[in-house]
């Protein structure tokens, strides 16, 4: 099998991760693979360090002439047999570039918003049910919303994200106690996540002095970039959180955070799995998350985690404060967790699950 992968992103997010993953495994097990990104961003780098072959491509929007005849002109010389698409905008330009060609259009879709959330005359419909032969959901949930949306199930796989623990494992977390003047004393609770309105770190922000009113030593991280880091600084300002609540923006030590953290928070109020949530159960992290998306998923509540109201910021402090006070509780459900990220969210089964429906897509193929 002859696979071309196609990332539009710019920034490092857990899409680009699991395309990595991706492509490292392919690559070692020999599958014929290439990937087209951004010139010069993360993902491109990481790629070609790993040895993967990459064709670095500026791709700017969903119809880029320029863009889709260099793609066309790779899927010419290389003869794919299919080309997956990690990004929406990929999604697009992959069709564009493959029209005419006997190429099998492979879309993985990981986030669970409605494919008409934004919908420009109808023409979301015609993108998502005309323009790719298949989906991989990255969760149950983003399945049922794209079948809700009118896309047949046949044509929709679903394949969990995957995780490394051994990834953050290396970085204790030891330099971040004297960056941030982290007493011994005080509990540190963290959320990873880029700062997007569907995160909800507004509901975060708004249950931190619900819990320092029980606990009074305790520190937040927010850790990532987003559109939306100066309306939550300004509004943990208002709530006079300077030194209780700190927003790193975007870290290449994310790992130490997880370490020397107390506990993983998720507020997102749309989610599509929550690689971040697994990272966090993965170290025997403790975690409160919103009910929401695939979220539920990975935390069972009372089993691997608990889960709250979204959008509830009492709610979620409620979460917050019953694991940290309870470390019997906190405990048993990060033990439990970690066995279920083990069984069933590691990198392996995903390269597997993914690998798998290359194969049933070139079996139908012959059909």
């Not at 943990?236 to 506990?263: H, K, M, P, W």
């Not at 990060?334 to 897509?361: H, P, T």
């Amino acid at each position: 099998m002859r696979i071309l992968h196609l990332n539009t992103e710019r920034t490092w997010r857990g899409g680009e991760q699991q395309t990595l993953y991706l492509l490292e495994a392919l690559k070692k097990r020999k599958i014929f693979c290439h990937l087209v990104s951004q010139p010069e961003c993360l993902l491109t780098k990481k790629a070609q360090a790993a040895g993967v072959e990459v064709f670095p491509v500026a791709m700017h929007g969903e119809i880029d002439v320029p863009a889709c005849l260099r793609i066309r002109r790779l899927i010419k010389n290389f003869d794919y047999d299919i080309i997956h698409s990690h990004t929406s905008h990929a999604h697009s330009l992959a069709f564009f570039a493959s029209m005419g060609c006997r190429v099998r259009r492979l879309v993985t879709r990981r986030v669970d918003f409605s494919i008409f959330r934004r919908n420009f005359f109808g023409l979301n419909g015609i993108k998502y049910r005309r323009m790719a032969h298949y989906y991989i959901a990255i969760s149950g949930y983003i399945k049922q919303v794209m079948e809700k949306d009118g896309i047949e199930a046949a044509r929709i796989f679903v394949v969990p994200s995957g995780i490394d623990p051994v990834r953050l494992v290396a970085d204790s977390g030891n330099h971040l106690l004297g960056e941030f003047d982290i007493q011994a004393n005080e509990r540190v609770v963290i959320n990873v996540a880029h700062l997007a309105g569907h995160k909800g770190q507004q509901y975060l922000v708004r249950a931190i002095p619900h819990v320092l009113d029980k606990i009074a030593r305790v520190r937040f991280f927010i850790i990532g970039g987003g559109e939306r880091m100066s309306e939550l600084k300004q509004l943990a300002a208002s709530l006079g959180l300077e030194r209780q609540l700190v927003f790193t923006g975007f870290r290449q030590d994310v790992g130490g955070f997880y370490n020397i953290a107390d506990l993983f928070v998720m507020s997102s109020v749309q989610e599509g799995l929550g690689t971040a949530v697994l990272d966090a159960l993965a170290l025997a992290k403790p975690v409160v998350a919103a009910n929401s998306g695939g979220l539920p998923e990975i935390i069972h509540d009372g089993q691997t985690g608990r889960l709250v109201e979204p959008a509830n910021p009492v709610a979620l402090a409620r979460g917050i404060i019953e694991l940290l006070e309870n470390h019997e509780l906190a405990g048993r459900l990060a033990q439990r967790g970690k066995a279920m990220v083990k069984e069933k969210f590691s990198v392996d089964a995903m390269v597997e699950k993914n690998i798998a429906v290359y194969r049933r897509l070139l079996s139908r193929q012959k059909q």
